[in-house]
């Protein structure tokens, strides 16, 4: 634990409920330890808090507590919590805990034959989260710890090896190996649905309907158990080393593993070799794994929060579509280069002659930008594409956005004799040209007959519209920036697939970062240290108040 987290720490130890206090005194024990911890701790009030600890709680509550202050006495700090006012009613205290709770001690190191003093450090190795593992085993019970020493038995090699390859990482990078045994077998007996009664199953076999029925009832793979808990295990440590897990991320892991089972060993019909079961289980991608969470998490809000995240989508979408909209205007100011083909005239004496009446196209290059103020379409035609884009002082030709009527695309298919067809035929339909045809988009800027001499007349009659401007853009997406921009431009809604493609992964991702940012400790960690306190006016005239 960082000394960033005393302050969070000492409001869930000044909490009312035993729950968070027990919770919060435990990782204090792991902590406290720490010289420069310890010294932040006491600097921050907290021995106040762990005397008032010792004095009113019970149980395990008091027996972290206890522990904490015998680690901070260990490093020689924290003795000024016997100096304080109230010292004498915490020794007697202490002196009562003793007697009325006398421990069991031996008489003498090794007495008993054969007996030795276990190393309390071993079970940290192991993964445990205490030198006493005893009540971590009080879910699983007996079955988590014959997993435990059934998977170390018939692993002993690879066993081994991980042990020593967590051993050299730091403390808060190592995986837990004991605690993801454990938590493997409660997925594995939550799955199987192990608490449930012979009466339910009896319930179960009247309503089998054939065969359809039979892989909900039956489930063979119960009977692999061993073998299902150390593949699920292996798993486990899979995903911990692909997402760089630490200690605080371990329920995470543990969820990734639970999805795992969930969908390979619930999906699997009950003729499935449990060979395929564990391959499965081994190469299942984690970038899959985390699309299947995705896809769970939102089912699980849109069951309870349907109607917020219905909000909460139109808004994003709103957020979305603006933002993609900017994105494309900024396209618009940067400037873009598009190609012209210019198609010559050919006299009778050249069609006769060795080109036979061809027409060979020449290109030339439109750079086209959008003004800084927005308002107006700057562009002009070049020999060939230039290394540097021009500026627009060098663009001589300019379109007013307002005398713009509409902007039409079409997608053809250009061919040497200058045929064009339709974006919904193909290219098998027409006889194979000599050219290999290039699809192309082809943007046309419309305006009025009548907005150069009357604006206003024009946008209320019903004028002839003429083409003002043609480009046609190289590639797809360049299609999509401009002809999308110039339409967002016009306060009008994008079309091609790509912008709303862009627009719906931007929403998508928002309410993802929403709903990943909610957790389940935010509703119990209280308002921040010092929020609310209004500033002292000491010193200060009649005429000055805070800015509220």
């Not at 010289?35 to 701790?41: G, I, L, Q, Y």
């Not at 054939?210 to 150390?230: A, C, E, I, M």
């Not at 309870?304 to 994105?327: I, N, S, Y």
């Not at 992964?505 to 935010?522: A, F, H, S, T, W």
């Amino acid at each position: 634990m960082d000394q960033a987290d005393i302050p969070s720490l000492l409001s869930r130890l000044n909490s009312d409920e035993d729950a968070m206090r027990k919770m919060a005194v435990f990782k204090l024990q792991s902590s406290i330890n720490d010289p420069s911890f310890a010294d932040v701790f006491i600097s921050s009030g907290g021995l106040t808090i762990l005397r008032r600890l010792i004095m009113t709680t019970n149980a395990n509550t008091l027996a972290y507590s206890l522990q904490s202050l015998s680690r901070l006495l260990e490093v020689d700090m924290g003795w000024e919590i016997f100096e304080s006012p109230g010292a004498g009613e915490l020794v007697e205290r202490v002196v009562e805990l003793i007697v009325t709770h006398p421990l069991v001690e031996e008489a003498a190191e090794g007495s008993k034959k054969g007996s030795r003093r276990h190393n309390p450090e071993k079970w940290r190795r192991l993964g445990f989260e205490t030198e006493s593992p005893a009540w971590e085993f009080e879910s699983t019970g007996f079955l988590g710890m014959m997993d435990l020493t059934d998977y170390i038995r018939k692993n002993e090699d690879s066993f081994q090896k991980l042990l020593l390859e967590q051993s050299s990482k730091p403390l808060h990078e190592r995986c837990p190996i004991a605690r993801a045994s454990l938590i493997v077998t409660s997925i594995l007996y939550d799955h199987f649905d192990v608490d449930k009664s012979d009466a339910e199953d009896a319930k179960a076999y009247l309503v089998l309907d054939g065969v359809k029925n039979y892989d909900k009832v039956f489930r063979p793979l119960l009977l692999q158990w061993s073998r299902l808990h150390t593949s699920s295990l292996q798993a486990f440590f899979r995903l911990w080393k692909a997402t760089g897990a630490e200690q605080d991320d371990f329920l995470k892991v543990a969820e990734l593993v639970r999805i795992l089972v969930e969908q390979v060993v619930g999906q699997a019909p009950r003729t499935k070799d449990v060979l395929e079961v564990e391959e499965e289980l081994s190469e299942f991608e984690y970038s899959k794994l985390r699309n299947l969470q995705m896809e769970l998490l939102e089912l699980t809000f849109e069951d309870e929060w349907g109607q917020h995240l219905h909000q909460v989508r139109d808004e994003l979408k709103h957020e979305a579509l603006q933002f993609v909209k900017e994105q494309r205007i900024r396209c618009l100011l940067q400037g873009g280069w598009f190609p012209r083909i210019v198609q010559p005239k050919v006299n009778g004496d050249e069609s006769s002659g060795r080109s036979n009446g061809r027409r060979i196209p020449t290109t030339s290059w439109r750079f086209v930008r959008l003004s800084h103020n927005r308002r107006y379409l700057h562009y002009f035609d070049f020999d060939h594409q230039m290394n540097k884009d021009p500026t627009l002082d060098q663009l001589h030709e300019k379109i007013d956005l307002s005398t713009i009527s509409s902007v039409v695309s079409n997608v053809s298919a250009s061919t040497d004799d200058g045929s064009s067809i339709s974006s919904s035929s193909t290219l098998k339909d027409t006889a194979p040209p000599p050219i290999k045809p290039i699809s192309t988009t082809k943007i046309t800027i419309n305006s009025y007959v009548s907005a150069g001499e009357n604006k206003t007349q024009a946008a209320g009659s019903d004028s002839a519209e003429k083409a003002i401007l043609t480009l046609m853009p190289p590639t797809h997406s360049l299609a999509s920036e401009w002809l999308d921009g110039l339409l967002m431009l016009l306060n009008q809604a994008p079309i091609t697939a790509e912008t709303n493609k862009l627009v719906g992964l931007v929403g998508e991702y928002g309410l993802k970062i929403r709903l990943l940012n909610v957790r389940l400790d935010d509703g119990y960690g209280g308002p921040p240290p010092d929020a609310g306190i209004v500033p002292s006016r000491e010193g200060l005239d009649d005429d000055y108040y805070y800015e509220v």
